[in-house]
Antibody, heavy 122, light 107 residues
């Protein structure tokens, strides 16, 4: 079955760029799914960051849109998150997840990575 | 954004109890509502999708229902492994949004 694994630096300096990668195994990135990033903090709870589909089409949370880029590397079967100009408020546990739907409806995050903690600090 | 108001924020219950958690959407979201369970240090796990469809492999003691913009997750007989946090999430319109969660604790 499909498994996801996040990777990337656990510490990022303020004003820098947070970069994470999600490796997809047991399945292909090229499928009728969307691939999402979600973050979690004690203060804001779970927050959907954005998603990408196999064509490279992206949707972003408007609250982060100006700072976020989600991309995919099809040969490597992985997708990535870049979050620019980070501050301490961006410290969170970041998850990648598969968004599965039926005929464009009833999407749900049915497979999740284990999560990776990213701290923004100098 | 669609706001999801989840209640209660926490509850204490005993093994065998029937537990109900509610989520209210700020506008109509049809049946585009999912429920997740999260244990400490772990990723959320999908329990219910499309308001009432049980995810494969999830015990049948979990069920979901909907009435207008109100959605309910019910655990018919709480088991020791069910003590966890539960979140609702709407997938009617992006940005997908989550409820703040309900922590189910042992009484």
């Amino acid at each position: 079955q499909v498994q996801l694994q996040e990777s990337g630096p656990g510490l990022v300096k303020p004003s820098g760029t947070l970069s994470l990668t999600c490796a997809v195994s047991g399945g292909s990135l090229i499928s009728d799914n969307w691939w999402s990033w979600v973050r979690q903090t004690p203060g804001r709870g779970l927050e959907w960051i954005g998603e990408i589909d196999q064509s490279g089409t992206t949707n972003y949370n408007p609250s982060l849109k100006s700072r976020v880029t989600i991309s995919m590397d099809k040969p490597k079967n992985e997708f990535s998150l870049n979050l620019r100009s980070v501050t301490a408020a961006d410290t969170a546990v970041f998850y990648c997840a598969r968004s599965l739907g039926v005929s464009g409806y009833y999407y749900r995050l049915d497979v999740w990575g284990q999560g990776t903690t990213v701290t923004v600090s100098s | 954004d669609i706001q999801m108001t989840q209640s209660p924020s926490s509850l204490s219950a005993s093994v065998g109890d029937r537990v109900t958690i509610t989520c209210r959407a700020s506008q109509s979201i049809s049946s585009s509502l999912n429920w997740y369970q999260q244990k400490p240090g772990k990723a959320p796990k999908l329990l219910i999708y499309a308001a009432s469809s049980l995810q494969s492999g999830v015990p049948s003691r979990f069920s979901g229902s909907a009435s207008g913009t109100d959605f309910t997750l019910t655990i018919s007989s709480l088991q020791p492994e069910d003590f966890a946090a539960y979140f609702c999430q709407q997938s009617y319109d992006t940005p997908w949004t989550f409820g703040r969660g309900t922590k189910v604790e042992i009484k």
